[in-house]
C-alpha cells in the first residue's frame, strides 16, 4: 500500500477497479490505523483511557506462592486441512503465536467488580444485517492496547525464574477486562455507534446500504482509530464485503443465518454417555432448580408436590436462544392456557408491530378501559352493599323498649355448648336507662348493671320463675 514497502490488506474480489481505487485510497490515508505487527501497536492515549484496579474494603492482602504451570498457550487464527490416521481431510486451526496466560483469581477475587452490561448478540446481530457493504475489523491483540494505571502495576507482577515483570497494558485473565474494554470501545466511537458501525469487544463492523456510504462510514471510523491511537489487526480485517461471519452467523442483504459449519461440528459430537456430560441438562436444571426455590421458598419438605407445576412452567415459558418454548419444540404447536404471560424478544416484537406509536396509543386505550371496568365495579359493589343493608334492616322489627319493662338477652356464646334444646336467651333483666342511639342499660339484683346493643333483646312476658319445693315424699312397702 504504500510505495516499494508492499503491505496486504483483504478487500472483496467482486469490486470495480473505480471501487478498488477509491477503497485503497481511503486505506492508504490512515494506514496508521491498521497493524501489521506488534511493534506498530502505541496503546491508547494515556489520557483517554486508563484502566484502574481498584480493591475491594475489606480485602486481606495475599501472596501467590510460585508455581510452574503451563503459562504458555497457542494464539490459533484462520484454518488449513490435514490428513488423521484415516486419510481423511479435517480442518483444523493453524498456530499464529504464543499467549502468557498469568493465573490472577486472588487479584479477582479482591478487586472491585465492574458490572458494565455488553451488548446482547441477538439485538446487534439483527440490526446489523440488510445492508449493502460490510466492512468486518479486528482490533489488534484486544485488551493489550489499553494502558494500566502506572500505580496499579504492582498488583499485576509475575515471576519467572530470572526476574520480575509487570504488564503495562491490560493482559487476559482480569475479571473486569471484558467491560472495561467494551466501556472503552464505547466512548471511542460513541456517535457512530448505531448509526454507521457496531461494536462487540474488539469486534468492529462497519456498514452501508451503497459503496461511497459504506466507504464514508469507513473512514471516519479509521481517522477516529488514529486520533486514540487504536490499530486494527489486517489479517482479520475484510473491506467492502457483501457478507460475512460474525459472532459464529452469516450477516448478508438477505438477513442473518447460522454458520453451517459449526453446526456440522456440533452434530458430529459423540452422544454423552452420562447425564452430566450434556450441557442442555444442566442449563435445564438449573432453571428448574430456580423455579423450585422460588416456588418452595424456606418450605424445602414440600419441592417433590411443586416439581411438577415447576417443570412445566419451564417447558411453557418462552426461550429466546430457540425463539420458542420447550413444549412447542417437542409438539410442534404451541401450549394455550387460560392465563398466559409471554414475554416477547425485541426481533419479535419488530417484527409483529414495527409501529410503535400506534401500538402505544392502543394500550393506553385498552389501560383506559381496564380503570372504567375497575371503577364500575366498585360502584357495583357499594351499590349491592346498600341493598343488602335495607333486606337486611327490613327484616329486623322494631322494637320500643322502655324503663321498667323486663327483656331476655341474647347470649352468643352459649353457641359453643353442645345440645340443641338449650336456650341462647339468658334473664330476665329489667331496664334502667334507654339511650338514644340504641344502647339500654340493664340492671339485676346481685350484680352490677351493664349495657348492651337493643338488638340482642326481646321482650319478657312471663312471670317470675318460682323456685322448685319438692314436698316430702311418701314411701310404701312391697307389700302394698
Same mark, same amino acid.
Given at each position: 500500500?504504500?510505495?516499494?514497502?508492499?503491505?496486504?490488506?483483504?478487500?472483496?474480489?467482486?469490486?470495480?477497479?473505480?471501487?478498488?481505487?477509491?477503497?485503497?485510497?481511503?486505506?492508504?490515508?490512515?494506514?496508521?490505523?491498521?497493524?501489521?505487527?506488534?511493534?506498530?501497536?502505541?496503546?491508547?492515549?494515556?489520557?483517554?483511557?486508563?484502566?484502574?484496579?481498584?480493591?475491594?474494603?475489606?480485602?486481606?492482602?495475599?501472596?501467590?506462592?510460585?508455581?510452574?504451570?503451563?503459562?504458555?498457550?497457542?494464539?490459533?487464527?484462520?484454518?488449513?486441512?490435514?490428513?488423521?490416521?484415516?486419510?481423511?481431510?479435517?480442518?483444523?486451526?493453524?498456530?499464529?503465536?504464543?499467549?502468557?496466560?498469568?493465573?490472577?483469581?486472588?487479584?479477582?477475587?479482591?478487586?472491585?467488580?465492574?458490572?458494565?452490561?455488553?451488548?446482547?448478540?441477538?439485538?446487534?446481530?439483527?440490526? *446489523?444485517?440488510?445492508?449493502?457493504?460490510?466492512?468486518? *475489523?479486528?482490533?489488534?491483540?484486544?485488551?493489550?492496547?489499553?494502558?494500566?494505571?502506572?500505580?496499579?502495576?504492582?498488583?499485576?507482577?509475575?515471576?519467572?525464574?530470572?526476574?520480575?515483570?509487570?504488564?503495562?497494558?491490560?493482559?487476559?485473565?482480569?475479571?473486569?477486562?471484558?467491560?472495561?474494554?467494551?466501556?472503552?470501545?464505547?466512548?471511542?466511537?460513541?456517535?457512530?455507534?448505531?448509526?454507521?458501525?457496531?461494536?462487540?469487544?474488539?469486534?468492529?463492523?462497519?456498514?452501508?446500504?451503497?459503496?461511497?456510504?459504506?466507504?464514508?462510514?469507513?473512514?471516519?471510523?479509521?481517522?477516529?482509530?488514529?486520533?486514540?491511537?487504536?490499530?486494527?489487526?489486517?489479517?482479520?480485517?475484510?473491506?467492502?464485503?457483501?457478507?460475512?461471519?460474525?459472532?459464529?452467523?452469516?450477516?448478508?442483504?438477505?438477513?442473518?443465518?447460522?454458520?453451517?459449519?459449526?453446526?456440522?461440528?456440533?452434530?458430529?459430537?459423540?452422544?454423552?454417555?452420562?447425564?452430566?456430560?450434556?450441557?442442555?441438562?444442566?442449563?435445564?436444571?438449573?432453571?428448574?432448580?430456580?423455579?423450585?426455590?422460588?416456588?418452595?421458598?424456606?418450605?424445602?419438605?414440600?419441592?417433590?408436590?411443586?416439581?411438577?407445576?415447576?417443570?412445566?412452567?419451564?417447558?411453557?415459558?418462552?426461550?429466546?436462544?430457540?425463539?420458542?418454548?420447550?413444549?412447542?419444540?417437542?409438539?410442534?404447536?404451541?401450549?394455550?392456557?387460560?392465563?398466559?404471560?409471554?414475554?416477547?424478544?425485541?426481533?419479535?416484537?419488530?417484527?409483529?408491530?414495527?409501529?410503535?406509536?400506534?401500538?402505544?396509543?392502543?394500550?393506553?386505550?385498552?389501560?383506559?378501559?381496564?380503570?372504567?371496568?375497575?371503577?364500575?365495579?366498585?360502584?357495583?359493589?357499594?351499590?349491592?352493599?346498600?341493598?343488602?343493608?335495607?333486606?337486611?334492616?327490613?327484616?329486623?322489627?322494631?322494637?320500643?323498649?322502655?324503663?321498667?319493662?323486663?327483656?331476655?338477652?341474647?347470649?352468643?356464646?352459649?353457641?359453643?355448648?353442645?345440645?340443641?334444646?338449650?336456650?341462647?336467651?339468658?334473664?330476665?333483666?329489667?331496664?334502667?336507662?334507654?339511650?338514644?342511639?340504641?344502647?339500654?342499660?340493664?340492671?339485676?339484683?346481685?350484680?352490677?348493671?351493664?349495657?348492651?346493643?337493643?338488638?340482642?333483646?326481646?321482650?319478657?312476658?312471663?312471670?317470675?320463675?318460682?323456685?322448685?319445693?319438692?314436698?316430702?315424699?311418701?314411701?310404701?312397702?312391697?307389700?302394698?
Amino acid at each position: 500500500m504504500s510505495g516499494d514497502d508492499k503491505l496486504p490488506v483483504i478487500i472483496a474480489k467482486d469490486l470495480s477497479v473505480e471501487e478498488k481505487t477509491a477503497l485503497i485510497t481511503v486505506l492508504k490515508s490512515h494506514k496508521r490505523a491498521i497493524a501489521w505487527k506488534l511493534s506498530n501497536i502505541k496503546g491508547i492515549d494515556l489520557e483517554f483511557c486508563t484502566h484502574k484496579i481498584l480493591m475491594e474494603e475489606d480485602f486481606e492482602p495475599a501472596v501467590q506462592h510460585q508455581r510452574r504451570p503451563g503459562a504458555l498457550c497457542t494464539k490459533k487464527g484462520g484454518f488449513t486441512v490435514v490428513e488423521n490416521e484415516d486419510n481423511e481431510l479435517i480442518p483444523t486451526r493453524l498456530v499464529m503465536g504464543w499467549r502468557v496466560c498469568i493465573d490472577y483469581h486472588k487479584l479477582n477475587e479482591a478487586t472491585q467488580k465492574d458490572h458494565f452490561p455488553l451488548p446482547f448478540m441477538d439485538q446487534m446481530l439483527e440490526r *446489523l444485517a440488510g445492508n449493502q457493504y460490510y466492512c468486518f *475489523l479486528d482490533g489488534f491483540s484486544g485488551y493489550f492496547q489499553i494502558p494500566i494505571d502506572p500505580k496499579d502495576q504492582e498488583k499485576i507482577t509475575f515471576t519467572y525464574p530470572y526476574e520480575t515483570f509487570a504488564y503495562r497494558r491490560i493482559p487476559f485473565r482480569l475479571c473486569n477486562a471484558p467491560g472495561m474494554f467494551q466501556r472503552c470501545m464505547m466512548a471511542i466511537f460513541h456517535d457512530m455507534i448505531e448509526k454507521t458501525m457496531k461494536v462487540f469487544m474488539d469486534d468492529f463492523s462497519v456498514f452501508g446500504n451503497s459503496f461511497q456510504s459504506c466507504l464514508s462510514h469507513l473512514e471516519r471510523m479509521l481517522k477516529r482509530c488514529e486520533d486514540t491511537n487504536l490499530c486494527l489487526n489486517w489479517e482479520k480485517s475484510h473491506f467492502m464485503v457483501k457478507k460475512g461471519i460474525v459472532l459464529g452467523h452469516k450477516i448478508s442483504k438477505q438477513w442473518m443465518d447460522v454458520d453451517k459449519a459449526k453446526v456440522d461440528v456440533i452434530t458430529k459430537l459423540p452422544h454423552p454417555t452420562t447425564v452430566k456430560t450434556s450441557g442442555q441438562v444442566e442449563v435445564s436444571n438449573h432453571g428448574l432448580k430456580h423455579i423450585l426455590k422460588r416456588a418452595v421458598g424456606e418450605n424445602r419438605a414440600s419441592w417433590l408436590d411443586k416439581l411438577d407445576d415447576a417443570h412445566w412452567a419451564f417447558q411453557t415459558a418462552y426461550k429466546t436462544p430457540i425463539r420458542c418454548t420447550p413444549y412447542k419444540l417437542v409438539y410442534e404447536k404451541a401450549c394455550h392456557l387460560p392465563v398466559e404471560l409471554e414475554h416477547k424478544a425485541y426481533w419479535d416484537l419488530k417484527k409483529a408491530n414495527f409501529d410503535l406509536k400506534t401500538a402505544g396509543d392502543y394500550r393506553k386505550v385498552q389501560i383506559n378501559e381496564l380503570n372504567e371496568l375497575r371503577n364500575q365495579a366498585y360502584e357495583n359493589s357499594l351499590i349491592y352493599k346498600e341493598k343488602t343493608k335495607r333486606l337486611h334492616d327490613s327484616k329486623i322489627k322494631n322494637r320500643v323498649f322502655n324503663i321498667g319493662d323486663r327483656v331476655l338477652v341474647f347470649n352468643s356464646r352459649l353457641k359453643i355448648f353442645s345440645g340443641k334444646l338449650k336456650s341462647r336467651w339468658s334473664g330476665p333483666f329489667t331496664i334502667s336507662w334507654v339511650y338514644p342511639y340504641g344502647t339500654v342499660e340493664l340492671s339485676q339484683p346481685d350484680r352490677p348493671n351493664f349495657k348492651v346493643n337493643g338488638h340482642r333483646l326481646k321482650h319478657y312476658f312471663g312471670k317470675d320463675i318460682p323456685k322448685l319445693v319438692v314436698p316430702d315424699l311418701q314411701t310404701f312397702s312391697r307389700d302394698h
